[in-house]
């Protein structure tokens, strides 16, 4: 009877992790399929390489780079501003704030983090846009800096309770050392805890990278839709998943290399966002890791 | 023979009482430590004796509900009274662990780690030499000093402890059970450095084993329940002790 019901549970475990996995190779799968008649008129090689992204006009050009370029202004804007401010939070968290107002930071970061990505590209549009423009000269009304910025806003929390959670498994033995040395709180957190946790803090940044790279709606609302080669983040750009939702919602007719080219853009997305993983994998393994 | 010398009193508690919340963990103790002595403590488990020894470079600080009575002074300043910085008490007093606990960074950086960020000035090559050859780890050391200091064994790393803390040139050392993880050979090694320690530093070492609070130090001081029985000579509180309760414990009727 036990055994039934333990065999019962682990063939349930089972089809449930086989489910999440095969889901994902399902995705692969559809989007090499879909891609392959993009690639019999386009050359990968072509893709990859061109500087000019023309899908929808004559003659066409199907340059992938401006739609990564404009992808990783957005990513870098983002990162820049999550990492520092993401660690920071994180080793106050963790370090400095009392139990009390941890019992309240906490929960809220959790809060702030499940806000629907519709109400960051409105924030973007309504309020980071305009107030850029009114600071900067030379703001277009669409641009990389008011996404990136509002991308960087939504990832804060994760990565905050992320890399909070990271240094509260370093052990706190390592703490009393550093203390018991004369070091200040300021160099217990710079030079024992944060290196301590550096394997879920890095793993926490790659996974806010991969989300800032993924991030649609916000893109979509804030960046614009001008796929211009641009390294000025005050520019109008195009990101990959932009250009995706653009011609999704558009009257592009479906089966012609224009539609094609999505699932091109998509997979080349996709495999981005493996290797990021896949490194994070490897930093996981690279570093210390303790046991709680 | 009588001493010459009065040596100087380093550490001095005065009636001192510690309580977690409501529960007293040592109740009014007093006493004196000279310098260059090693005192052991010793004691029953819960008797206070963590507790006693982590006033001593206020490590208890950082435990909310530990409440300080009384007066401990070091080279006679209350070091709970205002104006003292406990990071400066630290450097000056510096603390062994119970378990071994190097940072995960190379052996060289465990040493050089707190002298750098106290802005020491020194060459840093000869104070890892000095004191890896002080805490007698050197000749396993010297040809992995880049290598992880979690590489090796718990012996060793506990002597690297003792290494990292002496880097630091403090004028006491307080030691809780350092050898309590070790092995009897790493035991050996660790006890034989303490021995060596006495020329020039001050040290207080808690121990749950006689025998070694005999081999290592000068006096002993036994601990029942947070008060503080007896304080004497080793070979004076071993062989004819004062109080019942120290007698009993040495002869192992309870604990
Ligand atoms: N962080 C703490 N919070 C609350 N009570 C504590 C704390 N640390 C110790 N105590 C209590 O204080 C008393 C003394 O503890 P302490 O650790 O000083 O004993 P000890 O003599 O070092 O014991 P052992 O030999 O087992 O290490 C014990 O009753 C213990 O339960
Ligand atoms: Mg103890």
Known sequence: ?292 | MKNPVIPRTVLEARNLSIHYGDSAAVSGVSLKIPEREVLAIIGPSGCGKSTLLRSFNRMNDFIDSCRFEGELLFEGVNIYGPNIDPVELRQRIGMVFQRPNPFPKSIRANITWAPRMAGYLGDYDELVERTLREAALWDESKDKLDKSALSLSGGQQQRLCIARSLAMSPEVLLMDEPCSALDPIATGKIEELIRGLREQYTVVIVTHNLQQAGRISDRTAFMYQGDLIEIDQTDRLFTQPAKKKTEDYITGRFG
Not at chain 1, 103 to 129: M, Q
Not at chain 1, 140 to 168: C, H, K, Q
Not at chain 1, 208 to 213: E, K, N, Q
Request: include cysteine.
């Open chain 1, 1 to 292: 009877m036990r055994s039934l019901r333990e065999s019962c549970i682990r063939h349930g475990l089972l089809t449930s992790a086989s489910i999440s996995i095969l889901t994902s190779f399902g995705i692969l799968f559809i989007l090499i399929k879909e891609s392959l008649p993009f690639f019999e008129d386009v050359s990968p090689w072509e893709f990859l390489t061109g500087t000019n992204w023309a899908p929808l006009m004559v003659p066409r050009d199907y340059g992938v780079i401006p739609l990564v370029v404009g992808t990783l202004l957005v990513t870098g804007v983002a990162a820049l501003i999550v990492i520092p401010v993401g660690s920071l939070a994180a080793m106050y968290l963790s370090e400095y704030a009392s139990s009390r107002a941890r019992r309240i930071l906490k929960p809220t970061l959790e809060v702030l983090a499940g806000i629907p990505t519709v109400v960051y590209g409105y924030f973007a549009i309504t309020v980071v846009t305009p107030a850029l423009r009114a600071v900067i000269p030379g703001v277009e009304v669409f641009n990389a800096l008011s996404a990136g910025i509002v991308v960087a806003v939504m990832i804060i929390p994760t990565v905050a309770s992320l890399s909070d959670d990271a240094m509260r498994s370093v052990p706190n033995a390592l703490r009393e050392a550093a203390f018991g040395l004369g070091a200040t709180q300021k160099e217990v957190t710079v030079g024992v805890v944060y290196p301590g946790a550096i394997s879920g803090v890095m793993a926490a940044y790659v996974l806010a990278i991969g989300r800032a790279l993924g991030e649609t709606m916000i893109v979509t609302m804030a960046a614009g839709s001008t796929p211009l080669l641009t390294l000025n983040p005050l520019d109008s750009v195009q990101t990959m998943t932009g250009y995706i939702v653009q011609v999704s919602l558009g009257d592009t007719p479906a089966g012609t290399p224009g539609y094609m080219s999505i699932f091109a853009v998509g997979l080349l997305l996709f495999v981005i966002t493996l290797s990021l993983n896949l490194f994070r994998i490897w930093i996981q393994r690279r570093y210390v890791r303790y046991d709680t």
